[in-house]
């Protein structure tokens, strides 16, 4: 149903539809993600806990169809005196993190500590 106003009502307009022709071809990126980080390139993934629009929890399935071991659940990093963040690894150099009250930018949302995040995995030290 779409409505529109008109002279200062609301009129139900049932003869307006769409119709969206499409066919789903997004190909996937799990054999992408798995070739790299098989060859030994390290990842990082990283989601804001408050991103609606690519929310942690379908990052997550999506690394959880990588089929990657758990190699260090659930910890948590602090960035001045305050959790910033969770983080989980996986076997072949995979991380995930989740940064704290951040949206689908993390960066934008929580700029120290993604930078914080960022430059502790780059230099190998616990992000």
């Given at each position: ?35 790299l ?5 390290r990842?990082?993934?990283?989601s ?10 379908g ?69």
């Amino acid at each position: 149903m779409l409505f529109t106003s008109g002279r200062g009502l609301c009129q139900n307009r049932s003869d307006a539809t769409i119709s969206l022709q499409y066919t789903y071809d997004l190909p996937s990126s799990v054999k992408y993600q798995q070739k790299l980080t098989s060859q030994g390139y390290r990842a990082l993934v990283y989601s804001g806990d408050h991103d609606l629009l690519v929310p942690h929890i379908g990052t997550q399935t999506w690394i959880r169809s990588l089929n990657y071991s758990i190699i260090n659940d659930w910890r948590s990093w602090f960035s001045c005196g305050q959790i910033a963040r969770y983080k989980r690894t996986y076997a072949h150099n995979l991380t995930f993190a989740s940064i704290k009250v951040a949206g689908h930018a993390g960066p934008e949302y929580k700029p120290r500590e993604s930078l914080d995040m960022i430059k502790r995995w780059l230099s190998y030290q616990q992000c």
